[in-house]
């Protein structure tokens, strides 16, 4: 089978703004990461509401232009109300964790895709997801 990730909005900027982190060449690994799924034809997710996220610092020109860069292995999935539904009831138990990553914890989970984020809050939410960093992916 093949594998599927769905990437976190902070992914997305690392990659879009070449962040680094101290040491950490953070952008680079973003990078190296999705070339790392176009070779092995593993399919990236995202979401409207990743799209949603990204267009508070970039225009829609911007994003069309580097999700192009990889349109082979992107996919757009679909988020539905029952998904929207259960991030607003899982927020009143999991206080530690921002309702938009619990729903992009929800989308990543029903899609069977690894979510893939550098965000803390994503710790609260490994109980029903799969959670990992760029170079976990890059160096497995």
Wanted: net charge neutral; hydrophobic share 35%.
């Amino acid at each position: 089978m093949r594998k599927k990730f769905y990437l976190d909005t902070c992914i997305w900027r690392d990659y879009f703004e070449d962040r680094k982190d101290n040491l950490k060449p953070l952008g680079e690994f973003a990078f190296q990461f999705l070339k790392k799924c176009e070779k092995n034809n593993w399919k990236v997710l995202y979401s409207e509401f990743v799209v949603k996220e990204l267009k508070k610092d970039y225009s829609e020109e911007r994003i069309k232009e580097i999700f192009s860069s990889f349109q082979n292995l992107l996919v757009k999935v679909h988020i539905s109300i029952e998904q929207i539904i259960e991030s607003e009831k899982l927020k009143s138990k999991i206080k530690e964790s921002h309702e938009s990553d619990i729903l992009h914890a929800i989308i990543s989970r029903d899609n069977n895709a690894v979510l893939i984020s550098r965000d803390r809050h994503f710790d609260y939410l490994k109980d029903f997801v799969e959670v990992k960093i760029p170079e976990e992916i890059i160096f497995d």
